[in-house]
Nanobody
Framework: QVQLVESGGGSAQAGASLRLSCVAS????????LGWFRQAPGKEREGVAG???????TYADSVKGRFTISIDNAENTMYLQMNSLKPEDTAMYYC????????????????WGQGTQVTVSS
């Protein structure tokens, strides 16, 4: 069973940086995509970024150039470095996974964690 545990959320002012971490376990498939999606109150879920085992990445247009996703395969840990934060980045961020890269490109994740809150004030 896939387990995903996020950490690193919190509060920040606009323009600041935060880094989210996600420890993943329980998956045995040889290829996979890990990623992040977010959801703000009253808004639809929004895919943020995804990364494959070989390091290929995909980003939502809203975060390109500001957020960087990375992975440490040895530690089964994924990171989301968020720079130049904006108030509109405020949301619950979820670490997520799916076994197919094509699905990841559409941010169609199958498993996700409990989420970590990110709040950005102006």
């Amino acid at each position: 069973q896939v387990q995903l545990v996020e950490s690193g959320g919190g509060s920040a002012q606009a323009g600041a940086s935060l880094r989210l971490s996600c420890v993943a376990s329980g998956y045995t498939f040889s290829s996979y995509c890990l990623g992040w999606f977010r959801q703000a109150p009253g808004k639809e879920r929004e895919g943020v970024a995804g990364i494959s085992k070989d390091g290929s990445t995909t980003y939502a247009d809203s975060v390109k150039g500001r957020f960087t996703i990375s992975i440490d395969n040895a530690e089964n840990t994924m990171y989301l470095q968020m720079n130049s934060l904006k108030p509109e980045d405020t949301a619950m961020y979820y670490c997520a996974a799916v076994s197919a890269w094509n699905a990841c490109l559409r941010f169609e994740f199958r498993w996700w964690g409990q989420g970590t809150q990110v709040t950005v004030s102006s």
